[in-house]
């Protein structure tokens, strides 16, 4: 069983910036995608970025495309989302997830383990 643990969410203002990241424990990842969820209030969860675990294929939602990017170091089985510019839209609660390709989590499919998720509010 894989365990996935965010942390790094918080408030900032518009325009700012904030860094997730991603710690995952359990098992060998070596043939897994990695990525991130959000999920606002009577909303249902959608991607936001993958990465496959080689750390060479990335995808992203359209609407975070320019201002967050997705990175992982393989060698502490870690994954980062830096977010920047963001807006109040933004605002929602951010899992780490793994998947089997970067492919299926763009399609908001095949997630195998979610993590507790972290609290990120842009304020206007």
């Known amino acids: 069983q894989v365990q996935l643990v965010e942390s790094g969410g918080g408030l900032v203002q518009v325009g700012g910036s904030l860094q997730l990241s991603c710690a995952a424990s359990?098992?060998?990842?070596?043939?897994?995608?990695m990525g991130w969820f959000r999920q606002t209030p009577g909303k249902e969860r959608e991607f936001v970025a993958a990465?496959?675990?080689?750390?060479?294929?990335?995808k992203y939602a359209d609407f975070v495309m320019g201002r967050f990017t997705i990175s992982r170091n393989g060698g502490a089985n870690t994954v980062a989302l830096q977010m920047n510019s963001l807006k109040p839209e933004d605002t929602a609660v951010y899992y780490c997830?793994?998947?089997?390709?970067?492919?299926?989590?763009?399609?908001?499919?095949?997630?195998?383990?979610w993590g507790q998720g972290t609290q990120v509010t842009v304020s206007s």
């Open positions: 990465i496959t675990w080689s750390g060479i294929g990335t």
């Open positions: 359990g098992r060998p990842f070596s043939s897994y995608a």
């Open positions: 997830v793994e998947g089997k390709s970067t492919s299926t989590l763009a399609a908001g499919e095949g997630v195998t383990s």
